[in-house]
C-alpha cells in the first residue's frame, strides 16, 4: 500500500500509479509550461514506489543526466506531493535496471565516478549539494559512445571527444542562446517537426562551436538516433576518395541515411563539385526531416567561397552566434581547469585575486586561458613559490601581448558608414550615383580594403553585386582625397578607431 497526500491511499497497482502519474504531470505541465513539460517530462514514466524512494523510468541515458542536473528537485516534490513519503528519485534508463536496484548518491561514489565506474542513479533530499551536482561519468562501452563510433567507422566521420559533452560545457551570456538551442536539436525525438534546422552556430576560434557540436552528436547518439560527425577537411576526403574508388552512389546514399549531419570548420570547404555534392545532402536531409547542425568561424552570408545555393541554404535554418568569453564567464573556464590540475598536482593554488587577474587579461579564447592554466601550474610546481598577481603576470605575459586584435566585417563598416554619413545601408549597397550616397559608399568600399582582408572581387560583391575595378576605383580616390583634404583624412581616422577599438 503507497501512501498518498489524499484521503484515500493508493494501491500499489501498476494502473493506481500511471492515475497518480497523470495527476502529477497535469501539475507539472500547468508550473513549467507546454513547452518544458514536453520536452523534458513528456516521456517520464512512474515505474514503482518503495518506502521513501520513487522510481521513475527514462528512455534514455542523456534525459536523464539533464533531469538529474535541472529537474530533479522539481519532480521530487510533485511526487511528494502526491505521495506523502516520498524523498528521494531514482532514475532509470528503460531497460538498463530493475526497481530497486539504485541507491541513493553516499559521498564515496564521487571516487568510483572518478574510476570510471558507474554512478548511482539517486538523488536523495539531503545529499550535498556537490554530490548532487557532480556530472555523470559513464563508462567506455555506453550506447553513446558506441553509435557514434560505429557510424564515424562506416562513413569515414571525424572522432568524437569524450569530454566534450553538455555536461561540461560551461554555459554564460555569450553562449547561452547557442548552448540552448544545441540542447533543444540533441533532444528532439524521431519524427518530430525539426524547429532549428539546419542550426548554424558561428563562433571565432576557441569559443566551443567545436565542444557544442560534438556535445550533439554525443546527446543525439546516446538517444539512438544515427548521428555522423564530420569536419569540413573529413567530407572533403570523403568524397574525393569516393570519386577515386567510383562509389559515390554509395557515399551519398550512406549519408542521406542518417538521422543527424553534424559538420564542423564549414569555412574550410572548397571545390565546386565538392559544394556542389555538400549543398545536395543538406537539401537531401531537411527535405526528408533529418537534423543537420554545422559551425564555422563566420555567418554564412561572410563565407564568400562557397556557393551562393548553400550560404542561401545555411542562412535558412537558425544562425547563432557565440560571442567573446564575457569575465564570468572566463572566471568559470579558469576555476574548472584549475580544479583539473589540482587533480594531477594537488599541491597547485591559485587564489582567486589571481584567478580575476587572469580573466581581465585575457580576453581572447577559451584555448588561451587553458595555457594560461598550464603555465600558471608550470610556475607553480617548478618554482615551489605560491602564486602572487606579479608571478602570474609574468607567466601569462606572452599570451596577453599576443591577444588578436578586433576583427572588422564589412556590414560593420557599411553601417558606421552610413549612420555617420546620414544615409542608409540600403542607399550604400544600391545603384544610385548623387553625391551624397558616391562619397559615402567609396569611403565604405576603402576600409573594407584597408581594414578586412577580403579581396577586390569580394568587396564588390559585397557592395551590391559590383566590378572589382569600381573598388579599386573607389579606394585610390579615397586615398588620393586624403592626402588633400585633412578633414576627411580625420573623419576617416575617426571611422577606423571607431571599428577597431
Partial sequence: MLTARRDTPINSSQNDLAEAWRRISRRLRAELGEDVFTSWFGRLEIDAIEGDLAHVSVPTKFLKSWIQAHYVDKLRQALAEEFADVAAVSLIVRGSARPGSA????????????????????????APAAVREFPRIERATTARDSKPSAESDTFGGSPLDRRMTFDNFLVGRSNQLAHAAAMRVAAARSGEPLLYNPLYIHASVGLGKT????????????????????????????????????????????????????????????????????????????????????????????????????????????????????????????????????????????????????????????RDLDGAVNRLLAHSTLSGEPLSIETAEAAIRDLVRTREPKKVRIEDIQKLVATHYSVSRADILSSRRTANVVRPRQIAMYLAKVLTLRSLPEIGRRFGGRDHTTVLHAVRKIENLSHSDAGLSEEIELLKRMLTD
Fill in 103 to 126: 541507491r541513493p548518491v553516499a559521498p564515496a561514489a564521487l571516487q568510483a565516478a572518478l574510476q570510471g565506474d558507474e554512478p548511482a542513479d539517486v538523488v536523495a533530499t539531503g
Fill in 211 to 366: 565542444h557544442l557540436l560534438q556535445a550533439v552528436a554525443h546527446a543525439a547518439g546516446d538517444a539512438g538516433r544515427r548521428v555522423t560527425y564530420l569536419t569540413a577537411e573529413k567530407f572533403m576526403y570523403g568524397f574525393v576518395a569516393a570519386l577515386k574508388a567510383q562509389s559515390t552512389i554509395a557515399f551519398k546514399e550512406r549519408l542521406r541515411a542518417i538521422d543527424v549531419l553534424v559538420i564542423d570548420d564549414v569555412q574550410f570547404l572548397q571545390g565546386k563539385s565538392i559544394q556542389h555534392e555538400f549543398c545536395h545532402t543538406i537539401n537531401a536531409l531537411i527535405d526528408a526531416g533529418r537534423q543537420v547542425v554545422i559551425a564555422a568561424d563566420r555567418t554564412p552570408a561572410d563565407l564568400e567561397s562557397l556557393d551562393e545555393r548553400v550560404r542561401s541554404r545555411l542562412a535558412g535554418g537558425l544562425c547563432v552566434d557565440m560571442a567573446s568569453l564575457d569575465e564570468q564567464l572566463r572566471i568559470k573556464i579558469l576555476e574548472a581547469r584549475i580544479a583539473a590540475a589540482k587533480a594531477v598536482q594537488p599541491d597547485f593554488n591559485a587564489p582567486a585575486p589571481v584567478v580575476a587577474y587572469v580573466a581581465r587579461a585575457i580576453q581572447t579564447n577559451g
